[in-house]
T-cell receptor, first 112, second 114 residues
Framework: AQSVTQLGSHVSVSEGALVLLRCNYSSSVPPYLFWYVQYPNQGLQLLLKYTTGATLVKGINGFEAEFKKSETSFHLTKPSAHMSDAAEYFCAVSSGYSTLTFGKGTMLLVSP | EAGVAQSPRYKIIEKRQSVAFWCNPISGHATLYWYQQILGQGPKLLIQFQNNGVVDDSQLPKDRFSAERLKGVDSTLKIQPAKLEDSAVYLC????????????FGQGTRLTVV
């Protein structure tokens, strides 16, 4: 079985500030990890993914995430928030041929 | 490249009525998923198809939900009869494979049951 926990249903930052969205996972086998973003009334768009290899993964729009096996974490960061980053972010895990299991999501609010 | 197409975008029905959603995946994608996203929650898998065969439907409420993927391309998801708790966004996604491959999502169908 696999599961994802996202800490904080809402995160508020000021424009230009560091963005940190937390994700912890549980998986009985080596996981594949994903971050998706969802804008209002839209589907989910992939930001980045970790499969194997380098544990620091860079994605679109300046986001990156680091896979830490010892902490079972895959936190999402961005050095400087933009207004356009305001959206809901979902962490997800899969393994082998299993399907994506999503966390409950974190709404990112960016204030000017 | 055309994305995943879903229709309708919005649907309002009364409880006990039936409803159907349609999905056209990205051309060539063998895997198709239907997810249910209730307000304030992450998407939950309802059913996964590999070509036209069902891989996982363990979370599909089979007494009222059904899905098919004819000819391994388009798919329809049906609810009959609908309940108030079925109000959600129904997302269709497709991918070329499974596991570590990216899933591409459609815009979803927002269902309101009144």
């Amino acid at each position: 079985a696999q599961s994802v926990t996202q800490l904080g249903s809402h995160v508020s930052v000021s424009e230009g500030a560091l963005v940190l969205l937390r994700c912890n996972y549980s998986s009985s086998v080596p996981p594949y990890l994903f971050w998706y973003v969802q804008y209002p009334n839209q589907g989910l768009q992939l930001l980045l993914k970790y499969t194997t290899g380098a544990t620091l993964v860079k994605g679109i729009n300046g986001f990156e995430a680091e896979f830490k096996k010892s902490e079972t974490s895959f936190h999402l960061t961005k050095p400087s928030a933009h207004m356009s980053d305001a959206a809901e972010y979902f962490c997800a895990v899969s393994s082998g041929y299993s399907t994506l299991t999503f966390g409950k999501g974190t709404m990112l609010l960016v204030s000017p | 490249e055309a994305g995943v197409a879903q229709s309708p975008r919005y649907k309002i029905i009364e409880k006990r009525q039936s409803v159907a959603f349609w999905c056209n995946p990205i051309s060539g994608h063998a895997t198709l998923y239907w997810y249910q996203q209730i307000l304030g929650q992450g998407p939950k898998l309802l059913i996964q198809f590999q070509n036209n065969g069902v891989v996982d439907d363990s979370q599909l409420p089979k007494d009222r939900f059904s899905a098919e993927r004819l000819k391994g391309v388009d798919s329809t998801l049906k609810i009959q009869p609908a309940k108030l708790e079925d109000s959600a966004v129904y997302l269709c996604a497709s991918s070329p494979g499974t596991g570590n491959t990216e899933a591409f999502f459609g815009q979803g169908t927002r269902l309101t049951v009144v």
